[in-house]
């Protein structure tokens, strides 16, 4: 073991010593190179305070293959996010009443109209002292239950002790979804009910299929039309009085 840990150390990468494993035997190959991964493990810094390390790329898919390690009846919790995936991740991952949704990487045009809608309004709420408005991925808990990632958040002043140091633990005051085809219609409403359940006071729903946003707003605990426009005209934010949106602009 000791000559192992010498020649690793020797080495730059685990791949150049396994290539050096091809000279021997299958069977003494497959040992060592299984002792080389547990002391490769074990020999790289912790990602965070468990112990655990990141990979090099934690894709959709690599996530997703961790979560097909669990039954496909799995109730998932907020609990279970530090356990599955022990390391930071910068992909959407979600629970909407105990079900687990792993977003894939979005498209261009998906991040380039969340990208002017995040500008244009975290412009307005700066320069009007508003609050705080945030792009995903950035985790929002709402309950053990239900842990979302809308694609753009705004918290209000008077709502800031929601933000922590690394989520959202709380309801936003606003929420604006970008629908891409991964949001199926029932993914897509059972969100919006989550929403309305938690007290969302606004809710931006962006169609780029459609060139269209439709903005509702909270009214006795359901979610009712407010502004709406479709390939061009502007929408308006209740609460953000004053803002207005040229959908021309972002499709």
């Known amino acids: 073991m000791l000559k192992i840990r010498h020649l690793m150390g020797k080495l730059s990468t685990k791949n150049t010593f396994i290539n050096k494993l091809q000279l021997l035997p299958p069977k003494e190959q497959k040992y060592i190179a299984?002792?080389?991964?547990?002391?490769?493990?074990?020999?790289q810094p912790p990602h965070?305070?468990?112990?655990?390390?990141?990979?090099?790329?934690?894709?959709?898919?690599?996530?997703?293959?961790?979560?097909?390690?669990y039954p496909k009846d799995k109730l998932w919790?907020?609990?279970?996010?530090?356990?599955?995936?022990?390391?930071?991740?910068?992909?959407?991952?979600?629970?909407?009443?105990?079900?687990l949704y792993?977003?894939?990487?979005?498209?261009?045009?998906?991040?380039?109209?969340?990208g002017e809608i995040y500008s244009l309004m975290k412009q307005f709420v700066k320069e009007n002292s508003l609050g705080k408005v945030f792009i995903a991925p950035l985790e929002v808990v709402l309950d053990e239950n239900n842990?979302?990632?809308?694609?753009?958040?705004?918290?209000?002043?008077e709502n800031k002790q929601i933000i922590g140091k690394k989520r959202i633990e709380?309801?936003?005051?606003i929420v604006v979804e970008v629908i891409s085809p991964a949001n199926y219609k029932k993914k897509r409403e059972?969100?919006?009910?989550?929403?309305e359940k938690f007290g969302v006071k606004e809710y931006w729903e962006v169609k780029p299929n459609k060139k269209q946003v439709k903005i509702e707003t909270l009214e006795n605990g359901k979610f009712e039309a407010f502004s709406e426009a479709k390939k061009e005209g502007n929408v308006f934010s209740k609460l953000l009085n004053g803002f207005k949106l040229a959908v021309e602009s972002i499709f």
């Open 77 to 99: 919790t907020f609990s279970d996010l530090a356990i599955v995936f022990p390391f930071e991740y910068k992909v959407k991952v979600e629970i909407i009443n105990n079900q």
């Open 147 to 157: 842990v979302l990632q809308p694609d753009i958040l705004f918290v209000s002043e």
């Open 190 to 195: 059972d969100k919006t009910k989550v929403y």
């Open 34 to 43: 299984d002792l080389v991964d547990l002391l490769w493990e074990k020999s």
């Open 102 to 114: 792993i977003m894939p990487t979005p498209t261009p045009e998906h991040q380039e109209i969340t």
């Open 48 to 69: 965070n305070g468990n112990g655990h390390h990141a990979p090099v790329a934690h894709t959709p898919a690599y996530l997703q293959s961790l979560a097909d390690q």
């Open 170 to 173: 709380g309801v936003p005051d």
